[in-house]
């Protein structure tokens, strides 16, 4: 099955920026559906943003829109997630997810996830 690596999280002061990757082995993102989710501790899984492979559809939770910015590079197999104008309150664990379905808000709906990257702003 797909195996799915995070990378380009960190440390960053509110106001900063970070581009996390999410890399696909094994397979290609086609006919997916990726999708950003991030968890901080004590509080659920949140949905972040998500893309379809074939058309480039995305759909971002309204508290990223306009911040963070999800796309894809066919040639790298490798989904990003830009994130701008990072608030103390985007601090979480940041996990790739892909579906070889939908584009779903629901975590569950997505069966390959990635082992999390972490990103954390100051204030």
């Known amino acids: 099955q797909v195996q799915l690596v995070e990378s380009g999280g960190g440390l960053v002061q509110a106001g900063g920026s970070l581009r996390l990757s999410c890399a696909a082995s094994?397979?290609?993102?086609?006919?997916?559906?990726v999708g950003w989710f991030r968890q901080a501790p004590g509080k659920e899984r949140e949905f972040v943003a998500a893309i379809k492979w074939s058309g480039g559809s995305t759909y971002d939770a309204d508290s990223v829109k306009g911040r963070f910015t999800i796309s894809r590079d066919s040639a790298k197999n490798t989904v990003y997630l830009q994130m701008n104008m990072l608030r103390p309150g985007d601090t979480a664990a940041y996990y790739c997810?892909?579906?070889?379905?939908?584009?779903?808000?629901?975590?569950?709906?997505?069966?390959?996830w990635g082992q999390g990257t972490q990103v954390t702003v100051s204030s």
């Open positions: 997810a892909a579906s070889n379905r939908w584009i779903s808000t629901t975590a569950r709906e997505y069966g390959y």
């Open positions: 094994g397979r290609t993102f086609s006919n997916y559906a």
